[in-house]
């Protein structure tokens, strides 16, 4: 099965900072790739899929780029809003595994 | 509104089995596949098992393979997570997700039933 490594595990940055975010596949899954933000204590929330295409309502700041096996989620000016814990994760085919997660802070 | 709400959980001895329940409400529920994620207490998320809209296509992940057993009734706008022989480890809260309209991820969550299994 194909895995995925997201680093940092975790990240203090300060308002207003950008701050990208690594996602590692351990094959090429194309761009079937999602970025899905929880707040603490709330359900995840789809932010970005096919690698790069933005979910409605989110925020502009968020951007998602990558193909193949080496993708990144950035934020290009942090808000502390943006506390929430991030994951990657591919579907690209069964088993739809998520990366371990990023949780993020301000500093 | 688009809605997922999950039912069934609560406390399990080990060995014993359990049935999730998500009853779906203000979409086309057969037209979309079906997901269930979970998420152990402090831990990240962890895919389950997802099905198709038709339940042509079922999926598992290798920790719960040949354990547990996703199913749907599209008449009753409902899917399902069967689990026989449960561990500690599969103590989680249990969410059930929608898949997106392009099937480009999950977009819509349930507010999750939580799974304790422990003697």
């Known amino acids: 099965d194909i895995q995925m490594t997201q680093s940092p595990s975790s990240l203090s940055a300060s308002v207003g900072d950008r701050v990208t975010i690594t996602c590692r596949a351990s094959?090429?899954?194309?761009?079937?790739l999602a970025w899905y933000q929880q707040k603490p204590g709330k359900v995840p929330n789809l932010l970005i899929y096919?690698?790069?295409t933005l979910q409605s309502g989110v925020p502009s700041r968020f951007s998602g780029n990558g193909f193949g096996t080496d993708f990144t989620l950035t934020i290009s000016s942090l808000q502390p809003e943006d506390v929430a814990t991030y994951y990657c994760?591919?579907?690209?085919?069964?088993?739809?595994?998520f990366g371990q997660g990023t949780k993020l802070e301000i500093k | 509104e688009v809605q997922l709400v999950e039912s069934g959980g609560g406390l399990v001895q080990p060995g014993r089995s359990l049935r999730l329940s998500c009853a779906a409400s203000?979409?086309?529920?057969?037209?979309?596949?079906m997901y269930w994620v979970r998420q152990a207490p402090g831990k990240g998320l962890e895919w389950v098992s997802g099905?198709?809209?038709?339940?042509?296509?079922?999926g598992y992940a290798d920790s719960v393979r040949g354990r547990f057993t996703i199913s749907r009734d599209n008449a009753k706008n409902s899917v399902y997570l069967q689990m026989n022989s449960l561990r500690g480890e599969d103590t989680a809260l249990y969410y059930c997700a929608k898949d997106s309209v392009t099937q480009d991820g999950m977009d819509v969550w349930g507010q999750g039933t939580t799974v304790t299994v422990s003697s």
């Open positions: 099905i198709s809209w038709n339940s042509g296509s079922v």
């Open positions: 994760q591919k579907y690209n085919g069964a088993p739809y595994t």
């Open positions: 094959q090429g899954i194309s761009n079937y």
């Open positions: 203000g979409f086309t529920f057969d037209n979309y596949a």
């Open positions: 096919a690698a790069s």
